[in-house]
């Protein structure tokens, strides 16, 4: 590209956060082009866990981690894991985070998530409607099952405080779990079950499938790495390994890779990190659950797709360059065996690894600064799959006016 090319607004990153933008603006009748250094779907939205997790409406943490610290560093294979040599990277992240778990900072942190979750499944029935694509998510409900009889007070008081904040929830006993899920082991104690969840089939498909209706509707991709940018007075301008970008606005749909465009476009450093997370998938083992199972206590999930059972999980701090600790897919199946009445084959089975985007106060950016120039959807942490078509809509507004107030827990400017 010689000349800069123009448009109304230019969408950096085409994961599923960008991509249902994407979409969103070009049926408002704006000219969109959409900017990937790879293919559309290839980030962290590739090859997650799949779950519509609208019961999640606590922070990614919890005191607890202080307890566990010694743990993450010194246990390569346990669900949480902190890269000894990210620690000095990571620590202010981790202070941060801790300082968000104080009264105040913990209300606001949950009031902006069930905001999110709580308008998630309409707002995807809406949008897989629109693109006639309501296949590929199942409303079955998900499952979090306990084995160990400790556990029981655990569970229970996680249902209460589910309950507090509105969350439908259901108590089951062992064998309401093994009516529904007749494959899982006779030693389950029984479980909370979340009817107002699901689960997408295949959630590359779901990035696919709103690409293909975005083209549709006029929206243009360019595989281009965006280097930087600035605002100018009547525009902004990207610069990109592929030439340059001049648009009226520009969306920040990097995933856990934005915080270098919104510093050059906004001059505001985000203290974004990344949660690392993995996945084992199981080709042959996909009929094995109804619905997605998550265990209480080896804390991975496992969920039921058209290309076989993905089993995903685990969080690593080792920031955004270490190369994937593949191990870490592959004891996801270690850490299956006992959970069904017979074990699950890893025959065929092929691991993953993906850049969870996390912001120590456990909420995405979704915002519009910059004189309305500069939009920014990113930081969605494990909920951006569910958050996605929400958040969608709210940048289609935020493309046109101010943020209304409702949207204030999500501004840039708390940072
Ligand atoms: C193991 C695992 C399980 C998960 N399970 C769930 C789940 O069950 N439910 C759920 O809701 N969420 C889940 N998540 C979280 C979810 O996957 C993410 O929150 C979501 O995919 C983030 O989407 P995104 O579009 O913001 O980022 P991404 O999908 O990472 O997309 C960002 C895109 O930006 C591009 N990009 C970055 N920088 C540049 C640049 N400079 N120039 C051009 N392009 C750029 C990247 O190439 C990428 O394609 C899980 C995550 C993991 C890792």
């Keep these: 590209m010689n000349e800069p090319l123009h448009t109304d607004i230019a969408v950096v990153g085409a994961g599923i956060v960008g991509v249902a933008c994407a979409l969103q603006l070009a049926r408002q009748g704006r000219r969109v082009t ?12 590739y090859g997650n866990a799949g779950h519509l997790a609208t019961e999640q409406v606590f922070p990614i943490a919890d005191w607890s981690i202080c307890k566990r610290l010694p743990r993450m560093l010194l246990d390569p294979m346990g669900p949480l894991r ?23 900072p913990y209300q606001r942190t949950v009031a902006g998530l069930r905001q999110l979750n709580e308008g998630s499944l309409e707002a995807w029935q809406r949008l897989l409607t629109s693109i006639g694509r309501s296949e590929l998510f199942h409303g079955s409900g998900s499952l979090l099952v306990y084995e160990r009889p400790e556990s029981q007070r655990a569970l229970a008081a996680l249902c209460e405080r589910m309950q507090a904040q509105a969350v439908p929830v259901q108590r089951w006993s062992a064998d309401a779990v093994r009516e529904a899920a007749p494959q899982l082991s006779s030693a389950l104690l029984g479980g909370l079950f979340f009817p ?20 549709a509707h006029g929206v243009r991709f360019v595989q281009a790495q965006v280097e930087g940018g600035q605002v100018q007075a009547d525009h902004v301008r990207l610069v990109s390994d592929r030439g340059t970008f001049r648009a009226s ?9 934005s915080a270098p465009l919104t510093r050059a476009l906004t001059g505001k450093r985000v203290p974004l990190d990344t949660e690392r997370g993995y996945h084992l998938m199981l080709p042959s083992e996909g009929a094995r659950l ?17 290309a076989g059972l993905r089993l995903a999980g685990t969080v690593e701090f080792a920031g955004l360059q270490a190369p994937p600790a593949m191990q870490r897919a592959w004891q996801l199946h270690r850490l299956s065996q006992g959970l069904f009445q017979r074990d699950l084959s890893s025959e065929g089975a092929t691991p993953w690894m993906g850049m969870r985007p996390s912001l120590p106060d456990s909420l995405p950016v979704i915002d519009r600064v910059g004189e309305g120039r500069v939009l920014l959807a990113f930081g969605h942490q494990h909920l951006g799959l569910t958050q996605a078509a929400l958040t969608a809509e709210w940048i289609g507004r935020l493309a046109e006016r101010p943020a209304p107030a409702e949207l204030a827990p999500y501004r840039l400017a708390r940072f």
């Design 290 to 306: 109804p619905f997605a199972v998550t265990s209480l206590e080896r804390r991975f999930i496992m969920t039921p797709m058209e």
């Design 196 to 215: 107002r969840t699901g689960h997408f089939i295949d959630p590359y498909r779901v990035v696919g499938a709103l690409f293909e209706a975005a083209q």
């Design 82 to 104: 902190l890269d000894w040599k990210y620690l000095p990277k990571a620590l202010p992240w981790f202070t941060r985070l801790l300082f968000n778990l104080r009264p105040a």
């Design 34 to 45: 959409l900017i990937d250094r790879q293919a559309p779907g290839m980030g962290a939205s």
């Design 249 to 257: 606005q520009v969306l920040v749909s990097c995933g856990a890779h």
